[in-house]
């Protein structure tokens, strides 16, 4: 009688060791999720991330405000026409005149300033259109480190 009990029992501990390793096991291990892709790396210059803080209309050097404009003691004019923007002080003593040369991502312009302590600066710079708001472009040359911020529309 104890070889059939035996013989009987064997089936029911083998179904009882696959319930049991079923509920233990757990499943299929699920794949490990892939790694959050690297943010981008910012590219830009110092200069150039600092030149994108200036909200004020103006031509800025290496950050530093050269002639910015003001609505108390400045005048601003335009011609789309022409593709020139201006601005200057009532007295005349300092201005930024800015003539496009070509209108592309990257353009030629034609820079001409006079703060109150220099006589004039005229320079030909190639400057890339590097942010806009809806309100303002910021004009930047990276090898001379020279920003300028004009009015949307303007050239």
Not at 125 to 142: A, H, P, R
């Amino acid at each position: 009688m104890s070889r059939i009990l035996h013989i009987a029992s064997r089936p029911a501990l083998a179904m009882m060791a696959v319930i049991l390793m079923a509920c233990h096991c757990g499943g299929p291990v699920p794949p490990t999720p892939p790694n959050p892709p690297e943010p981008p790396v910012d590219t830009r210059s110092e200069s150039l991330k600092a030149f994108l803080d200036k909200t004020d209309i103006g031509l800025y050097v290496d950050s530093e405000d050269i002639i910015i404009y003001d609505d108390l003691y400045y005048q601003k004019a335009w011609s789309n026409e022409e593709g020139s923007f201006r601005i200057q002080r009532d007295d005349q003593s300092a201005f930024l005149n800015i003539r496009s040369s070509s209108q592309s991502a990257s353009s030629s312009y034609q820079v001409e300033y006079m703060t109150g302590d220099q006589n004039v600066t005229l320079v030909f710079l190639k400057l890339q259109n590097v942010q806009s708001d809806g309100s303002s472009i910021w004009l930047w040359n990276e090898t001379m480190k020279t920003g300028i911020v004009i009015p949307e529309g303007i050239l």
